[in-house]
């Protein structure tokens, strides 16, 4: 077998530094350069075979790692969160930053993450792009209101956004004069612009033949629509690296941190090491999922009456995680059980 080299990467915007070492720690070769597809080409064109890599997580570690892939022997992502002794070094620099990295991953120390395929990666972007669209529609339905009451106009709150009720508002309603009417218009025109953009998106989503079949079984539980189920299997990507459920509620950001020390142990607030998506994603649907679900209606209604409304929705939310899991898995469709025959059972 030839000796395996190890490289750390510790990744920028503008440019990579490395270090190169051997199996023995020795250092081969270290330096950097500048992050683009062809320099990386050429600098790999440099390096002895066989060689593994680790780089830490950052939003430009993508298209690097897939650059790198296919002529690595082994390609890692870290934690970043985890690689302390990065973190807590006296002295910090990039050239540093690499060579802890690849001792790490000589070693066998790296603190790993997972890294979705890039068809997942590609299209968690379409539905990320799809979120924003819809924040930005909020704020400009928003900044409708708020030019309204600016100028102390009177309108329905409920049928403000109707296309035919905002038509009439600003041709009919005196109090909006000549140099509102445009700004009201402008925002108008955004908000159905960013709507039509939001559509057809989530429609070539729907319809992506690698979603369509996962997408229409999540969708077949009580509570769980488009977005909660697209949401779900492109953030999680692959299901069964979860090995139980606790650590997907964890994921999801459903539960606090514990804080243990002797026969002490203290429970904190929503932890924020979270998918930030799913939690919000998740925890919307869990507000709905009692109107669409009698057993989810009995959980909510049964951890409510310890007092906290906010604390039946975690539940429920987190009933719903045990659900998708359980269909993920198992790659079939939500069966309800009628309450006689669970009796009889």
Not at 131 to 144: E, P, S
Not at 272 to 282: E, V
Request: charged share 25%; with cysteine; proline share 4%.
């Amino acid at each position: 077998m030839q000796p395996m080299y190890y490289i750390g990467l510790d990744v920028h915007k503008r440019k990579i530094s490395y270090c190169v070492k051997d199996g023995s720690g020795q250092i081969y070769a270290e330096g950097w350069i500048t992050a683009t597809r062809f320099d990386l080409d050429r600098w790999m064109r440099t390096l002895p075979q066989p060689w593994s890599a680790a780089m830490e997580a950052t939003m430009f570690s993508g298209w690097i790692y897939d650059h790198l892939k296919p002529h690595a022997a082994a390609l890692k992502v870290a934690h970043p969160l985890m690689l302390r002794a990065i973190a807590a070094a006296k002295k910090k620099n990039d050239h540093i930053d690499a060579n802890k990295i690849c001792d790490c991953l000589r070693c066998d120390f790296l603190p790993e993450c997972y890294m979705a395929p890039t068809a997942i990666r590609e299209r968690r972007r379409t539905l990320r792009y799809r979120n924003l669209l819809v924040r930005q529609m909020v704020q400009m339905k928003n900044k409708i209101a708020v030019l309204l009451m600016e100028a102390g106009v009177t309108y329905n709150k409920e049928k403000l956004h109707q296309a035919g009720y905002f038509r009439e508002l600003l041709g009919t309603n005196p109090d909006i004069n000549e140099g509102l009417r445009p700004l009201l218009r402008l925002c108008r025109e955004t908000v159905v612009r960013l709507r039509k953009t939001e559509s057809a998106l989530v429609r070539s989503l729907e319809c992506d033949p690698s979603l369509l079949r996962r997408v229409e079984r999540l969708m077949s539980i009580p509570a769980i629509g488009t977005i909660t189920a697209l949401t779900w299997a492109l953030e999680i990507g692959e299901v069964r690296r979860f090995s139980s459920i606790k650590k997907a509620i964890s994921y999801c950001g459903l539960c606090g941190d514990e804080h243990s020390s002797a026969n002490s142990v203290q429970r904190t607030p929503l932890s924020k090491q979270r998918n930030k998506h799913l939690q919000t994603t998740l925890i919307e649907a869990a507000k709905m999922a009692p109107r669409y679900s009698p057993t989810l209606a009995q959980l909510y209604d049964r951890e409510k009456q310890k007092g906290n409304a906010n604390h039946a929705t975690l539940a429920v939310a987190r009933k719903l995680v045990a659900y998708l899991m359980a269909i993920d898995r198992g790659e079939r469709h939500f069966l309800v059980i009628p309450e006689e025959a669970r009796t009889a059972a």
